[in-house]
């Protein structure tokens, strides 16, 4: 079992950069794939960033969110710079054991509650 707890949400003007923390329990982290996902007002959840032993990023973030994760910390961040309106969502941490990076949530198993990220214009 994983419990994830995210933090680092906020109010942020555009242009403006957040640091996203997921903080992950359980003893098998270092082999979890960890990925995060957002759901926007009246939108469907979205995968954003993804890791295991490499990265991989949605099509409207790269170039600007950066996705990582220390073991010995037992954490994944999400580096979010240049941040837009459509940036306006709830950021959610998900977790599977192991496997590649995938983009659709029946994929993972374990999510955590989420944080709010909101971009002013």
């Known amino acids: 079992q994983v419990q994830l707890v995210e933090s680092g949400g906020g109010l942020v003007q555009a242009g403006g950069s957040l640091r996203l923390s997921c903080a992950a329990s359980g003893r098998t982290f270092s082999n979890s794939v960890m990925g995060w996902f957002r759901q926007g007002p009246g939108k469907e959840r979205e995968f954003v960033a993804g890791?295991?032993?490499?990265?991989y990023y949605a099509d409207f973030v790269k170039g600007r969110f950066t996705i990582s994760r220390d073991n010995a910390k037992n954490t994944v961040y999400l580096q979010m710079n240049s941040l837009k309106p459509e940036d306006t969502a709830v950021y959610y941490c998900?977790?599977?054991?192991?496997?590649?990076?995938?983009?659709?949530?029946?994929?993972?198993?374990?999510w955590g509650q989420g944080t709010q990220v909101t971009v002013s214009s």
């Open positions: 998900a977790a599977r054991n192991g496997g590649r990076i995938y983009t659709t949530l029946s994929a993972y198993d374990y």
């Open positions: 890791v295991n032993w490499s990265t």
